[in-house]
């Protein structure tokens, strides 16, 4: 009879957790997508009176609207953030796609940008998608130091994963960058999407660190959470940089 009480205390408990984790990846993705939306008004708005962003110009850091849709996104980040501190990556992961709808609709109505029967279907998918993975998102296992995660890290199957992820970003940077990176848009989405994968890892881990040292269990003297940190911020700044130049 305890056993059983203690496993609905369990999973009421982990369910809680998805909860926040759930809510805080939808606001995540409102913020992100509105975000995308206010940039490109003030990517627009430089380009129409200097360099233009795709050509090497920095004109819109003097862009207040730029700002602000930079501070958007900052904020919509640091809901994604802590939702991983909540939910599985698995869970919130998929959300983000819900930043697509949100960004599809409004600049149908601020970017005059008509969405077609493809884009529609595109929507719908991700809809479809996002939900079906949610509904059927497995249990995260419990970690209790950075050290495991560093151990799951390291695995062979991991490390040729990584490896893989950084010879084909370094390719798309080096060489299809600057030959079609102005006429294909493909190549800043590659880079944005593969570099994407390797924020997502390392901001669950530095998520999970800053969980457990709340909880009591410091985890600031292990070079480990630093190394993640490290990796995250180095991510996101390559992913900020290129996902303003198409």
Known sequence: MAASSSSLVS??????????????AVVSSAFIGSSFI??????QRAGASGIRARSGGYGYLKEPLWWIGMITMIVGELANFVAYMFAPAVLVTPLGALSIIVSAVLAHFFLKEKLQKMGILGCVLCIVGSTLIVLHAPGESSLTSVEEIWELATQPAFLLYLASAIAIVLVLILYCEPRYGQTNIMVYIGICSIIGSLTVMSIK????????TIEGSSQAASFQTWVFV????TCIITQLNYLNKP
Do not use: D
């Open 11 to 24: 999973i009421e408990a982990s369910f809680s957790e998805n909860l926040k984790g759930f809510i805080l």
């Open 205 to 212: 881990a530095v998520g999970i660190a800053i969980k457990l």
């Open 230 to 233: 490290m990796v995250a911020i």
């Open 38 to 43: 206010v940039k490109k008004l003030g990517l």
